[in-house]
C-alpha cells in the first residue's frame, strides 16, 4: 500500500504497514471498550470494527487478551501525550489552582479514560490485567504531576503538590465511578465543584500565587 506525501504516492515500509494496522486495531479495541465494555470487546467484533478480516487481526493479535494488553499500553501513551499537550496551559495560567483542578478534570474525561475504567474493574479478577496496568498506570500519574509540578520550583513543595493531587485524583475518579450508576455527568461535575472547595484549600498552600 502506498500513502500520499506532497502530492506523491510513497509506497509505505512492511514495518510502517504494521504498525498503522496495530494502530488501527489498538483503537478499535478502545472504541468496543468504549461501546460494549469489557465483556462484550471481542476479537471479531474488534476486526469488524476496524474494518479488517479476522485473519489479519489474527495475525496481529492472536487473543483477546493480546489485544487487551496491548490496548494498555497503547491508552497509557494516549493518556500521557494528552498531558503533555496541555503542559502549557497549566503553566500559563494567572490562576494556577483553578487551572490544575480543571485540568484533572479534563484528563479524566472521554473516551479514552472511559476505556481505562473498564479495565480498571476488569483488571479486579484478571491478573494478567491487573499487571499491565500495575505496569503502566504509574507512568501516566506521574506525567499528570510532572506537568502540575513544573509550576513549583521548590522541590519539597513539590512532594506536597504530588500528595494533594493524588489525593484530587482519588476523589475524581470515585466520583466518575459513582457516576457510571446514574450517567449524569452533571451531577459529577457537581460533586467535584465540591470537593474541589477543599481541595483548593490545599492546593494554594503549595501553589505559589500570581503577581
Not at 148 to 171: C, F, G, K, W
Request: with cysteine; glycine share 4%; charged share 25%.
Amino acid at each position: 500500500m502506498a500513502a500520499e506525501v506532497n502530492g506523491q504516492r510513497v509506497r509505505r515500509t512492511q514495518a510502517e504497514r504494521t504498525a498503522a494496522m496495530r494502530t488501527r486495531l489498538l483503537d478499535a479495541t478502545i472504541e468496543c471498550l468504549v461501546t460494549y465494555g469489557y465483556a462484550g470487546t471481542t476479537t471479531p467484533r474488534v476486526a469488524e470494527l476496524a474494518g479488517v478480516t479476522r485473519g489479519a487481526q489474527i495475525h496481529h493479535f492472536r487473543s483477546k487478551e493480546d489485544l487487551v494488553v496491548a490496548a494498555i499500553e497503547h491508552l497509557a501513551q494516549q493518556r500521557a501525550q494528552g498531558a503533555i499537550r496541555e503542559l502549557g496551559r497549566v503553566q500559563a495560567s494567572p490562576d494556577p489552582v483553578s487551572t490544575v483542578l480543571d485540568y484533572l478534570w479534563d484528563a479524566h474525561q472521554g473516551p479514552m479514560f472511559l476505556a481505562t475504567l473498564e479495565l480498571w474493574v476488569a483488571a479486579r479478577t484478571d491478573p494478567v490485567l491487573a499487571r499491565q496496568i500495575e505496569r503502566v498506570e504509574p507512568v501516566v500519574n506521574s506525567t499528570l504531576i510532572a506537568a502540575i509540578s513544573q509550576l513549583v520550583p521548590d522541590h519539597t513543595a513539590q512532594r506536597e503538590i504530588r500528595n494533594v493531587v493524588y489525593t484530587a485524583m482519588d476523589a475524581l475518579r470515585g466520583i466518575l465511578m459513582a457516576s457510571f450508576v446514574d450517567g449524569d455527568l452533571e451531577r459529577a461535575r457537581r460533586r467535584w465543584d465540591r470537593a474541589c472547595e477543599h481541595l483548593r484549600v490545599l492546593l494554594a498552600e503549595v501553589l505559589p500565587a500570581q503577581a
